[in-house]
């Protein structure tokens, strides 16, 4: 499997850069793991933007949905010109339901609420994890039967991350804060030191920080990170690769 950071900014994208976004290459699938402000423009260096076989959106806030409704257009566009042969389909939280309405798009949107139940792709499993955030979020674990990703989406300190499983080969953990400026009210969101402690309590061979503030040095939290986690830790940037 190949994950491609196509923007891990939030909650705005910074120059060049783009809010979250991944792309998943496995099984001869292209999945597009969010679609934030920025994202297409990324995901169109590596494939035709109609060429995404499938659509997981952990939550609808903007940073992680702005650019699907951009999509939209795209798979149209394609459908008219006969380069696609059926609907996007895509998968994402219910709630809120007046966003949820709006990701259906005429016949070129196939849409289905995300349930507990894995979603096979091929043969690519996708289970969900209820995060702790202010709006319905999932957390995406995807294994190939060989290789396991653990996509922690955006995430509280209450999250139950052991009920996800443990050893994850790459574990994408959202690192909103420095664990000083943490607010005294939880926000749903982690420090870089608390994206480490979840990666040590699952015990996942790497890490891979996220959802980072754009005009933030991203120096210090893979220093507080590493401090804490044993395991290789890497700070996202837009355009890097990991193969797992």
């Known amino acids: 499997m190949r994950w491609t ?6 909650p705005y994208p910074g120059p060049g850069g783009a809010t979250l976004g991944y792309l998943l290459e496995a099984d001869q699938q292209r999945i597009l793991i969010d679609c934030g402000s920025g994202v297409l423009a990324q995901l169109a260096k590596i494939t035709p933007i109609y060429e995404v076989d499938a659509v997981f959106l952990s939550h609808l806030h903007h940073d992680h949905i702005s650019d699907f409704f951009v ?3 795209a798979v149209m566009v394609a459908a008219k010109q ?17 966003w949820y309405g709006k990701l259906s798009y005429q016949s070129f ?3 289905h609420p995300i349930q507990m139940q894995p979603v096979k792709l091929g043969n690519l499993t996708f289970s969900f994890y209820q995060t702790d955030h202010a709006v319905p979020c999932y957390a995406i674990h995807i294994s190939d039967g060989h290789k396991t990703i653990l996509y922690g989406a955006d995430a509280g300190p209450k999250t139950d991350w052991l009920l996800m499983g443990t050893e994850p080969d790459l574990f994408v953990c959202e690192a909103t804060y420095l664990h000083k400026e943490l607010p005294a009210q939880p926000t ?9 402690e979840a990666g040590v309590k699952i015990k996942a061979k790497q890490l891979l920080l996220t959802h980072l ?6 120096a210090p939290l893979a220093e507080e990170a590493r401090a804490v986690f044993p ?6 940037q837009t355009g890097m690769q990991i193969e797992v």
Do not use: F
Not at 5 to 10: F, I, P, Q, R
Not at 213 to 218: F, H, L
């Open 5 to 10: 950071v196509l923007g891990c900014h939030s």
């Open 213 to 218: 503030y754009p005009e933030r040095d991203p």
């Open 109 to 111: 949107i196939e849409k």
């Open 82 to 98: 006969q380069k696609r042969k059926g609907p996007l389909p895509v998968w994402a939280p219910s709630e809120p339901t007046h």
């Open 188 to 196: 749903g969101h982690l420090s870089a030191k608390q994206a480490a």
């Open 231 to 236: 395991g290789q830790c890497l700070v996202s």
């Open 71 to 73: 999509l939209q257009y």
